[in-house]
């Protein structure tokens, strides 16, 4: 998973959580869209990590990743992530 804090992006790896000076944006431009996922504007999650999927609020996803993290899928990322999973 990664997190976009303000400049910076945290890559969770295990316990160590390493801060990058690139955007977001920048990351999911290099990865490899069968394995990684732009949950909303906060989070990049990786697709074999995902424990549970369950509807939220106004059409928006969330899900519970292998670490016991949550996280809210946005109701535009929530449209395609339904589209390309086939939910």
């Not at 804090?5 to 069968?34: A, C, H, I, T």
């Not at 369950?54 to 990743?65: A, D, H, S």
């Not at 993290?69 to 449209?79: D, G, H, L, T, Y």
């Amino acid at each position: 998973m990664m997190e976009s804090d303000g400049n910076y992006v945290k890559v969770y790896f295990d316990q160590f959580r390493p801060m990058v000076l690139r955007s977001l944006n920048n990351f999911e431009s290099r990865l490899n869209p069968e394995y990684f996922f732009r949950a909303n504007r906060k989070f990049v999650i990786k697709l074999n990590h995902l424990d549970a999927i369950e509807t939220w609020f106004n059409g928006g996803l969330k899900v519970e990743l292998s670490k016991g993290e949550k996280v809210e899928i946005s109701r535009r990322q929530a449209i395609r992530f339904k589209e390309v999973f086939s939910i």
